[in-house]
C-alpha cells in the first residue's frame, strides 16, 4: 500500500514538473540574478571589513605610525585575492545555480518547441489526409463549400475610414449607410469575405480611384484599408498608378448565391495590381 502510494506521489511530483518545470526555472532564474547581485554586494563589504580590521591591526601594534611604511601595514594583492575568494564562494555558488536554472529553462523551451512542431506535423499530417479523402469521397465542390461556410463564420463586421487632406472620413457614418442593412462581401482578389454595407463599399471604391486621379499611385493596402480589411505583406508591393492602359480601376460588384442559398457580393477588380507602379514613382 505505501509502495503504491509513493510511486503514484512520485508519478504526480513528474507530471507537475514536465507540466511547470520551465515556469519553476524561469522564476529562479529571476530571484537567482538578483539573488546574485545582492550576495556579491554583501560579500564585497564582509571582505573589505576583514582587510580593514588587518590592516588596522597591523598599525596598532607597529611601534612608531609616523614612521611605518606603507608597505608595512596594507595587505598586498595576492593577500586581497585570497580573501575576495573566501567571502565570495556563495556568491559563487548563486550565480551557478542560476545559471544551471537559465540552461535548464532554455532546454524545457526546447523540448516544447519541439513537442509543438511534431504536434502541428501530425495535426498537418491528420488535415492534409483527411481533406485529400474528403474529396475523394464528396468531390471539390463540396469541398469548397466547406471553406466558404468556414470564411463567413469568420466574418466580421469591419471600420471603415479614408483619411483626407485635413480630415479623417468615417464611410460608414453618412445616413445613407447607415440606412442600409449589414451584407455579406467576398474580395476576389484577396479571398476574403466580410461585413459592411453596399454604401460603404461603393464609398470605398470611390475614395480609392479619387486618390488615383489625384495623381499619386495607390497600393493595394490603400484599397484593404478602405474596406477595414487587415493589410497583407503583397499589399505593400503590388497596387496602380495612372497609364495610358487605364486611368481608373473599374469594379464589378455581383450579386451570388453559395450552394445552401446564402447570398453575398462578389468585388472584382477589371485591373489588378502589379509592379509597374514602383518603376514609374
Not at 601595514?73 to 585575492?81: N, T
Not at 511534431?118 to 491528420?126: D, I, R, T, V
Not at 480609392?208 to 477595414?228: E, K, Q
Amino acid at each position: 500500500m505505501n509502495r503504491n502510494l509513493s510511486r503514484e506521489m512520485s508519478r504526480s511530483i513528474s507530471l507537475f514538473l514536465k507540466k511547470h518545470g520551465n515556469k519553476i526555472l524561469m522564476g529562479l532564474s529571476c530571484a537567482g540574478v538578483v539573488g546574485t547581485a545582492v550576495v556579491a554586494v554583501r560579500q564585497d563589504r564582509l571582505a573589505q571589513a576583514e582587510i580593514n580590521d588587518i590592516e588596522a591591526d597591523k598599525l596598532t601594534n607597529s611601534k612608531d605610525i609616523r614612521t611605518i611604511a606603507r608597505s608595512d601595514w596594507e595587505i598586498d594583492k595576492k593577500e586581497r585575492y585570497k580573501i575576495y575568494f573566501k567571502y565570495h564562494i556563495p556568491t559563487a555558488l548563486m550565480g551557478i545555480g542560476t545559471i544551471t536554472c537559465i540552461l535548464g529553462s532554455g532546454y524545457f523551451n526546447q523540448r516544447t518547441q519541439a513537442g509543438l512542431i511534431s504536434a502541428y506535423g501530425l495535426l498537418n499530417e491528420s488535415f492534409s489526409d483527411y481533406r485529400r479523402k474528403n474529396i475523394e469521397l464528396y468531390g471539390a465542390d463540396n469541398h469548397k463549400k466547406i471553406l466558404d461556410e468556414l470564411a463567413i463564420e469568420r466574418a466580421k463586421s469591419v471600420d471603415i475610414y479614408s483619411m483626407g487632406a485635413f480630415s479623417c472620413s468615417d464611410l460608414q457614418a453618412s445616413s445613407l449607410a447607415n440606412q442600409y442593412p449589414k451584407e455579406l462581401f467576398y474580395d476576389e482578389y484577396s479571398k476574403r469575405y466580410f461585413e459592411s454595407t453596399l454604401p460603404a463599399v461603393i464609398e470605398a471604391q470611390y475614395h480609392i480611384n479619387r486618390n488615383l486621379i489625384l495623381g499619386a499611385p495607390v497600393i493595394l493596402n490603400d484599397w484593404y484599408s478602405f474596406l477595414g480589411l487587415e493589410n497583407t505583406i503583397p499589399g505593400n508591393e503590388l497596387g496602380w498608378f495612372m497609364c495610358d492602359d487605364y486611368c481608373w480601376i473599374d469594379f464589378t460588384n455581383e450579386e451570388k448565391q453559395l450552394a445552401d442559398g446564402t447570398r453575398y457580393i462578389s468585388i472584382c477588380m477589371d485591373y489588378e495590381p502589379d509592379t509597374r507602379w514602383q518603376e514609374e514613382w
